[in-house]
């Protein structure tokens, strides 16, 4: 059974091993909502994963640390289980879906774990680490259905209420729960009036599904940039804890979590994965009634490969109306393109890129289309450069 004195056991146990992450306002992300972020993202290992693993790893018998551990995950997991495990001087086995961004298997072959990629996502990764327990007799670190790896997960929640003790909400991801379910317990024991609020992707719902309809469900399949929180089935104590102590969940699209990583960026100089981000949008697009509010959001990963990062940078560009394209149809002859530049120069925006078309079958025999990307402020502005070049006499046939 979790109870308030497991968690604060967990403290102890990790004071000499984890970092508390500071807890920063952000005062930039929403301005109806005082908005702090707890910086899991900055942990070791990039992620508040470590807590549960290490807490896990340190109640396990001399016999079981003897045959050694093994566990699944999409990266995050696999990192704390592989630095808890060679701290503790035993064998680690870590099974990760050959979908995981290439950095965070490489990070756990740092930490010293053996790597088994497997085909498919996590679940399946998950069920190939129940065959290994079986066949060599290792102890299974789950990452989320463990009542010790939920209580080091809790440990965020008590630094929380000792950063800030008139917190009024908290806005915690969810894959398969173990951390939200971690965090409300904690939260809910020694502050019952704040209120806990769960995010998903809405690419992968299983947690708020399964809350929704009274019964834990499984998702057919997972489709999201957040691949930390690409969980297809909740976990049995996670249901029960998030059923009883989490108020709210909501989900967020790939395009909120791409805007607000590229806000952390840009107005916090922090780097987010996209599970870690998902409480930032929430809070961003006011899934919740958090007005006036002092809200926590858990950023609570920054294991991000870089060229996901690139895409979800120019995703998050164009949902904030800071990039943009727009093809027009004219007459083939001298002067269109410089014409066309300097509307949008004279209003502020930068075009970065130039094609022209001349193979359209609908188009005039001296006509082409020209294709122009753009740097540009916000949604105003590139309203405003359309204006602009209809005046001019442009026909506008395609906006991105």
Do not use: W
């Not at 990790?14 to 930039?28: G, S």
């Not at 806000?263 to 958090?290: C, H, P, W, Y």
């Not at 904030?320 to 007459?331: D, K, V």
């Not at 001019?392 to 395609?398: E, L």
């Amino acid at each position: 059974m979790l109870t308030l004195d497991k968690i604060y056991h967990a403290a102890f146990v990790l004071k000499e091993v984890i970092r508390k992450t500071d807890l920063i306002y952000a005062p930039d992300l929403n301005p109806d909502t005082q908005i702090y972020l707890k910086t899991e993202n900055l942990q070791i290992t990039g992620s508040f994963k470590v807590r549960g693993a290490y807490y896990k790893i340190s109640q396990l018998t001399e016999e079981e640390k003897a045959a050694g551990v093994v566990a699944s995950s999409a990266g995050n997991h696999a990192q704390g289980v592989a630095l808890a495990a060679s701290k503790a001087g035993i064998s680690s086995t870590i099974c990760i879906p050959d979908c995981a961004p290439i950095s965070k298997i490489e990070a756990t072959k740092r930490y010293g774990a053996k790597v088994e990629l497997v085909n498919g996502i996590y679940d399946d990764a998950y069920n190939r680490a129940l065959e290994l327990q079986k066949e060599k007799g290792m102890t299974l670190i789950h990452p989320f259905d463990d009542v010790d790896v939920i209580a080091g997960q809790g440990t965020i929640g008590l630094e929380l209420l000792d950063q800030l003790p008139d917190l009024d909400a908290v806005i915690v991801p969810i894959g398969g729960g173990g951390l939200i379910s971690g965090v409300a317990y904690a939260v809910k024991s020694l502050n019952p009036k704040c209120k806990v609020y769960g995010v998903q992707a809405s690419g992968a719902p299983s947690m708020r599904n399964s809350i929704n309809h009274h019964q834990i469900e499984t998702l057919d399949k997972v489709s999201t940039i957040a691949d930390g929180i690409a969980v297809k089935r909740p976990g049995k104590l996670t249901y029960d804890l998030c059923e009883q102590y989490v108020d709210d969940i909501c989900t967020v699209t790939d395009d909120e979590v791409s805007t607000a990583i590229l806000s952390l960026i840009e107005r916090q100089k922090m780097i987010a994965e996209g599970a870690g981000a998902v409480s930032v949008a929430a809070a961003m697009f006011n899934k919740f009634d958090t007005k006036g509010k002092k809200v926590a959001c858990l950023v609570s990963g920054g294991n991000i490969d870089v060229t996901i990062l690139s895409r979800v940078i120019s995703r998050g560009l164009l949902k904030s109306g800071r990039f943009a394209e727009i093809t027009l149809e004219l007459i083939d002859k001298p002067g269109q393109l410089s014409e066309v530049s300097r509307i949008i120069s004279e209003i502020g925006g930068n075009v970065v890129a130039v094609h022209y078309d001349h193979t359209g079958e609908n188009t005039h025999v001296n006509g082409c289309y020209l294709r122009l990307r753009m740097e540009t402020r916000d949604f105003a502005q590139i309203e405003e450069i359309h204006r602009a070049l209809r005046a001019g006499g442009y026909k506008i046939v395609n906006i991105r």
